[in-house]
């Protein structure tokens, strides 16, 4: 089954704070795509990575840093130093290969991430 | 930047009427989407789109749902009959391709069947 598990529900830190959201995957292809999508409170999806299976590096861009374990299907995000306007739901989704012909994303739950002033 | 524009924001419909939720894709890209998200909930996929034909559909995506592209920029997704069950904020998405590129989403319309 393909699935994507994002356990926390929410999460709440004060600013300036690190934090780390996880998500777990599933899926029985050696081929597929991750992606992280953040959903301010405007409501708009905005994407922010995406990830193929094949490619273990950790990315950084800024405050956000990824990190992609295959040996634990996890691709977990990491804002540093948080700031208010982080907060926001972010889904983790997964495409995977059998998908590559029609696109279709599988989000997870999604986390609410609170940063307080 | 190039996005994907949606229109209405927000539509308050009866149960039982029409709805035609509108979308323009990012110019170039010639594959599209709609998503659904219930309030509070996850994203939804409904329907892959490619060149005038629907590639995927969820089991979501029954007989009351029907997506078009009625010229060379809009995508629509119409619901027949609505229910009170379609409440929910509805995605439009575009890509350049299924596979490797990532999917871009609009604002999203808000609709509220009562």
């Known amino acids: 089954a393909q699935k994507v598990t994002q356990a926390q529900t929410e999460i709440s830190v004060v600013e300036k704070e690190d934090v780390t959201l996880d998500c777990v995957y599933e899926?029985?292809?050696?081929?597929?795509?991750l992606f992280w999508y953040k959903q301010p409170p405007s409501g708009e999806l905005v994407f922010l990575i995406r990830?193929?299976?094949?490619?273990?590096q950790n990315e950084i861009s800024g405050r956000y840093s990824w990190n992609f374990q295959k040996s634990t299907s996890s691709f977990n995000f990491t804002i540093t130093a948080s700031q208010v306007v982080d907060s926001a739901v972010y889904f983790c989704a997964l495409k995977h290969y059998r998908s590559s012909n029609t696109g279709k994303l599988i989000f997870g739950q999604g986390t609410t991430l609170q940063v307080k002033p | 930047e190039p996005e994907v524009t949606q229109t209405p924001s927000h539509q308050v419909t009866q149960m039982g009427q029409e709805v035609i939720l509108r979308c323009v894709p990012i110019?170039?890209?010639?594959?599209f989407y709609w998503y659904r998200q219930i309030l509070g909930q996850k994203v939804e996929f409904l329907v892959s789109?490619?060149?005038?034909?629907?590639?995927?559909k969820s089991e979501i995506f029954d007989d009351q749902f029907s997506v078009e592209r009625p010229d060379g920029s809009n995508f629509t997704l119409k619901i027949r009959s609505t229910k009170l069950e379609d409440s929910a904020m509805y995605f439009c998405?575009?890509?350049?391709?299924?596979?490797?590129?990532?999917?871009?989403f609009g604002q999203g319309t808000r609709l509220t069947v009562v």
């Open positions: 990830r193929n299976s094949f490619d273990e």
């Open positions: 110019s170039n890209h010639l594959y």
């Open positions: 899926t029985r292809d050696t081929t597929y795509y």
């Open positions: 998405a575009s890509s350049e391709n299924y596979s490797t590129r990532e999917a871009f």
């Open positions: 789109f490619y060149n005038n034909e629907i590639s995927e």
